[in-house]
C-alpha cells in the first residue's frame, strides 16, 4: 500500500497534483473494545441461529432499499467523500 505517497507525473497529464493515497487502517472490527466484541459475536451468532435464508434475504433487500433511497438524495460530490464513521462508545475507547 503507498501510504502517504507524493507522487506527479506528467505522463498522465497530471504536473504539478499531488495524490495522496488512502490512509492504513485495521481490517474491520480490529479496534473493538471486547465488550462491543462479545456483544456483537453474541448478537450476530443468536441471528444465525435463528434465521433462515429467506429471512435473511428479505433483512437484506429491504435495506438496500433503504441505502438506496439515501444515497439517491446525496450530490455526487458528497459520495465520493471518504469518511470514517464514528464509534458506538467513544467515550470508552478514549
Not at 79 to 94: D, G, N
Request: charged residues 25%; hydrophobic residues 50%; proline residues 5%.
Amino acid at each position: 500500500m503507498f501510504v502517504g505517497l507524493r507522487y506527479a507525473s506528467n505522463v498522465f497529464g497530471c504536473v504539478g497534483m499531488d495524490m495522496i493515497s488512502e490512509p492504513k487502517l485495521a481490517p474491520p472490527g480490529a479496534g473493538l473494545l471486547l465488550p462491543e466484541l462479545m456483544i456483537a459475536r453474541v448478537m450476530f451468532g443468536f441471528r444465525r441461529m435463528t434465521g433462515t435464508r429467506d429471512v435473511f434475504n428479505e433483512l437484506f433487500s429491504a435495506e438496500r432499499v433503504a441505502i438506496r433511497s439515501l444515497v439517491d438524495r446525496c450530490e455526487p460530490e458528497s459520495l465520493a467523500k471518504r469518511v470514517l464513521i464514528e464509534r458506538i462508545f467513544k467515550r470508552l475507547a478514549e
